[in-house]
Nanobody, 116 residues
């Protein structure tokens, strides 16, 4: 099982930036960021497969950038032009494949608060 450790959350004013990090204890095929607010489902934010294939939720496209460093099994989420609506707990998910079986591994979450 892959362990994930997230960091980088915090409080920022609207229009500001934050960069989240998530380091996995092992290699993952795809790495993703999700976010969740109280009482709501966890929503996809951004994902990266391999070194350069990325996709984003429409709500963050053009403002957030996902990247990864395979040497350290770390995925990053650069968040710019933050809005109060981006306030949420952000979770990292790493997809691992063992003997043809896919497994989703989740981090513990890091909180992002954007003040207006």
């Amino acid at each position: 099982q892959v362990q994930l450790v997230e960091s980088g959350g915090g409080l920022v004013q609207a229009g500001g930036s934050l960069k989240l990090s998530c380091t996995a204890s092992g290699r993952a095929s795809a790495m993703n960021w999700y976010r969740q607010t109280p009482g709501n489902e966890r929503d996809f934010v951004a994902g990266i497969i391999g070194g350069s294939s990325t996709n984003y939720a429409d709500t963050v496209k053009g403002r957030f950038t996902i990247s990864r460093d395979d040497a350290t099994n770390t995925v990053y989420l650069q968040m710019d032009s933050l809005k109060p609506g981006d306030t949420a707990a952000y979770y990292c998910k790493a997809v691992t494949v063992t003997d043809g079986h896919y497994k989703n591994n989740w981090g513990q979450g890091t909180n992002v608060t954007v003040s207006s």
